[in-house]
């Protein structure tokens, strides 16, 4: 029996939107992790802690924290920080984009989430995307992917998602900010980004969304 597909790989590949169509086409949960470390990523500055030279305060506060996703409708999973309903401008925000893997390269940080990461495949099954979802935590999924594209394809798509909370945002401008997040996410010293060895690799640079997600589909039905 199949319980979790794994999607992975870097900054604005089009993970979340292929994986949210599989996830759909399963009848799954889906479950977006990189929201969870933006969650976290966003208390964090808003306690005014520096990520960058203050990596043992996050530790800190840590267990006071409490980031979780919690059932919606059907199968609509919520994310919850703190008890308040995350919002699209807290987590999806240009400062916390800038920050989110300075935080997510603390140990404790990996360690505090992937557990809470491992406890949704309780709910079912379920298709997670992040960075180390097939090779940390779950690595026994049968189905695993590894999605990229050209880093100019992904630049213009984050352009246009980022209309949506970032004014004066220029191609040139999105592109430095993934590829410093990916160059950061593939060298840290904890489950850096990497396709596990098993994984299928998805190039998704020319191919629309709904092809990237009936290509998966196909592959976890046959
Ligand atoms: O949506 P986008 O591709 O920009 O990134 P995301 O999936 O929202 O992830 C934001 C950041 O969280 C990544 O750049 C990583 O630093 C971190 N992350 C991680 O370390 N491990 C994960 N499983 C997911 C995200």
């Not at 590949?13 to 949210?20: E, F, L, P, T, W």
């Not at 406890?119 to 990229?148: C, H, N, W």
């Not at 984050?158 to 040139?172: I, K, M, N, P, Y």
């Amino acid at each position: 029996e199949i319980a979790q597909i794994t999607l992975d790989g870097p900054a604005a590949s089009g993970k979340s939107s292929a994986a949210q169509g599989l996830a759909k086409e399963l009848n799954a949960y889906f479950v977006n992790t990189g929201d969870m470390y933006r969650a976290l990523t966003s208390v964090v500055l808003s306690k005014g802690i520096d990520p960058e030279t203050q990596p043992e305060e996050i530790e800190k506060i840590l267990p006071e924290q409490d980031i979780r996703y919690v059932s919606g409708e059907g199968l609509e999973l919520l994310l919850q920080i703190n008890g308040q309903l995350a919002q699209a401008s807290q987590v999806r925000s240009p400062e916390v984009a800038a920050k989110v893997s300075l935080v997510a390269k603390v140990p404790a940080v990996r360690q505090w989430l992937v557990k809470r990461q491992r406890q949704s495949a309780e709910l079912g099954l379920i298709v997670m995307e992040g960075r180390d979802i097939g090779t940390v935590v779950f690595p026994e999924a049968k189905f695993k992917f590894y999605v990229s594209a050209s880093p100019l394809v992904r630049a213009q798509r984050r352009l246009v998602q980022e209309g949506e909370v970032s004014e004066g945002a220029t191609v040139e401008k999105v592109a430095a900010e993934i590829a410093k997040r990916d160059e950061m996410d593939m060298n840290r010293a904890v489950s850096p980004l990497k396709p596990a060895e098993d994984a299928i690799k998805v190039d998704t640079s020319d191919l629309p969304l709904e092809e990237v997600i009936s290509l998966m589909a196909t592959i976890v039905r046959k």
